[in-house]
Every structure is written in C-alpha cells, then in structure tokens.
C-alpha cells in the first residue's frame, strides 16, 4: 500500500483536491451565507468613500440611460422604437444587470486571491456573490424602471406579475455566465483587457436602444441567428411584458428559459473542472 492510499483510507484528503461533483454542489449550497456575505461586504466596500453611497446603484444606469435617450433619440429621430423612453430604460437596465454579471463574475477569482489561497470554500461561491450583488443592486433600478413606464404610458397590465419570473430567468443565466467568465480570466488573464469591448459589442448588437425587427426585418435570415442572441432575448421578452406595443412570444420565453436552465449548468461544470488550479498560477 502506497503512502497516498493508506492517507486515503484514513480518511485524509489532499489541501485543495476537487470533491466529486454533487457534494461540491452541496457544498456551494450549504455555504450560500457566505456568499451572501460577501456581496453585502463588498457593495459597503464600494461605496463607502462616497457622499451618495448605494444611490449610484441607481443614479448611474439612469445617467446611462438618460445619456442614450438624448443621443440616440436625437439620431434615430422618427425612426426611433415606439414608446422609445420605457424601450431603452427596459434595455439599458437589463443589460446593465447582465453585463455586471459577466464583469465582476470574470475578476471573482483574480479579485479575491487572498480569500482563495487562505481559505478551503467552493470557489464557486465567488462568482455567486457577485451574481447576488447585482442582484440586490437591481432592485431599485427595477423599481425606477416600472415608475418610469407608468409615467410614460399610463398603463399597468396582467402581463406585468410575470415579470419576476424573467428576472429570475435572466438571474440564473447571468449565474452561468459569472462562472465561465470567472474560470477563462483566472486562467487567461489577457482575456480580462478584452472584456470591455465585449461588453460594448454585446450593447451594441442587442438592441438596448433600436428595434432588430425594422434593422434587420429585411434580412430574415440574420434575424433568425440574431434571436440566438440572449441579451436581446431577456430584454426583448421584458419589454412584451412591461411596454406597450411589443409582445412576449413564446418563441422569446422557451429561448430564455432554455439560457436559464442550460447555461449554469455549462458553467458549473466548466468551472468546477479546474477547482484545483484556481489561486495556484499567480
């Protein structure tokens, strides 16, 4: 018997080795706490230099938004997407949201080597606490959004109380989303400096502030490619239910819900398979 199975036998497990899949589910779920923590700490964290502290979580996407109104209304002019103020509020918060997501999940691990070489956690409660982070910070932004709409169409419908359920939906995708991105920039760090400008196209290309459909209905085929998109999907599924004119088909609600359930499923296993590497190649 070799040192390593009699160790095994034992009882003793090696520093870091990676548990089997399900208990390291397990695991990530009975440490949910911490993740929670996490986020509350590092939303302070953020703020806590500044005068208007988590007001910014709002303040900023209106800014955004606003700004986009002002240009883009400007050079869409009678082109522009019907009701366009509720249209581009419903895209630029949503698509804040995920992109957050993506961004802070891609510098979970990098971001909190200190916490990855102390402590022995499942490393994907990284990314989850900044899922949740977003989260918590789109609350209010929601609320604004649905002031918004009232004041601008006077209109609240049955359709509204689905809602919730597309956050949800585009909640566990996001989740997906963190966890790749967090696994490709802890092992390739040059990806981290092309983020930026894959949040940029990803804006650019989901139809946050123009309508696809008067774009690209000319072009059916592209059409049909570009629903793939799920940036446009989750936005374009919230904009059926809150804003006049537009309708969630159900083509739109079985692409997201397939997203939802798909991709953290992709990315729990993606990221679970280099459990073992993650704060060992700095």
């Not at 911490?34 to 005068?51: D, E, V």
């Not at 990855?116 to 918590?136: C, D, E, G, W, Y």
């Amino acid at each position: 018997m070799t040192l390593a199975e009699f160790a095994t036998t034992h009882g003793l497990k090696r520093i870091g080795a990676r548990p089997p899949f399900f208990k390291y589910i397990a695991e990530v779920w009975q440490r949910r706490g911490f993740a929670w923590m996490l986020s509350n700490f590092t939303n302070q964290a953020t703020h806590a230099r500044t005068r208007l502290g988590g007001w910014w979580n709002i303040l900023l996407p209106t800014i955004q938004a606003g700004t986009y109104g002002l240009i883009f209304g400007l050079i869409l002019g009678s082109s522009r997407p019907h009701n366009f103020l509720p249209f581009l509020f419903t895209g630029v918060f949503l698509f804040s949201f995920m992109s957050g997501c993506f961004q802070s999940g891609a510098g979970s691990i990098t971001g909190n080597s200190g916490l990855v070489k102390s402590l022995t956690f499942p490393r994907a409660l990284l990314p989850l606490s900044t899922v949740i982070q977003q989260f918590i910070n789109l609350w209010p932004q929601i609320a604004l959004l649905l002031i918004t709409i009232l004041i601008t169409q006077q209109s609240l419908t049955v359709s509204w109380l689905l809602f919730p359920v597309v956050i949800l939906l585009m909640t566990s995708f996001s989740f997906g989303l963190a966890l790749v991105a967090a696994r490709l920039n802890a092992q390739l760090r040059d990806l981290g400096k092309l983020i930026p400008f894959v949040i940029r196209i990803a804006f650019y290309v989901s139809g946050v502030f123009f309508s696809v459909d008067k774009v690209l209905g000319k072009w059916p085929e592209v059409m049909a490619v570009f629903k793939f998109n799920p940036f446009y999907d989750f936005i374009e599924l919230a904009r059926g239910l809150l804003v006049n004119g537009y309708a969630p088909t159900t083509e739109l609600w079985l692409l997201c819900i397939g997203w939802a359930v798909l991709l953290p499923i992709v990315g729990i296993v993606f990221f679970w398979k280099a459990e073992e590497v993650y704060g060992r190649d700095d």
